[in-house]
């Protein structure tokens, strides 16, 4: 059964840091790009970040540039999204996403399997 499973989020302070965790089940990420999502109550999804199946990354939101990263562990079919100096305005659920390709994209009509999504709050 394809499933993408998040793990990681919670609350942290401003300034503080999260990992997410996101593990492939039913299928070999090896061939496919997986992304970031986040949507905030009220707004739109947005993409954060992808990574393509070569570990190439793709940023989509300047406000996390040097803030968040993505990597991939083929090995563990997991897509990781480091998140650091976190501030109030990140707040908001993140969603993982397999892309149809291997490449990646920021629209959300490129991806088939999503994840659960998990809960980043971010507050003192």
């Known amino acids: 059964q394809v499933a993408l499973v998040q793990s990681g989020g919670g609350l942290v302070q401003p300034g503080g840091s999260l990992r997410l965790s996101c593990e492939v089940h039913?299928?070999?990420?090896?061939?496919?790009?997986i992304g970031w999502f986040r949507q905030a109550p009220g707004k739109e999804r947005e993409a954060v970040l992808c990574i393509d199946d070569k570990g190439g990354s793709a940023l989509y939101l300047n406000s996390v540039k040097g803030r968040f990263t993505i990597s991939r562990d083929n090995n563990k079919d997991t897509v990781f999204l480091q998140m650091s100096m976190l501030k109030p305005e990140d707040t908001s659920i993140y969603y993982c996403a397999s892309s149809l390709s291997s490449y990646c994209s920021d629209s959300f009509e490129e991806y088939h399997y999503w994840g659960q999504g998990t809960q980043v709050t971010v507050s003192s």
């Open positions: 039913g299928f070999t990420m090896d061939w496919y790009g």
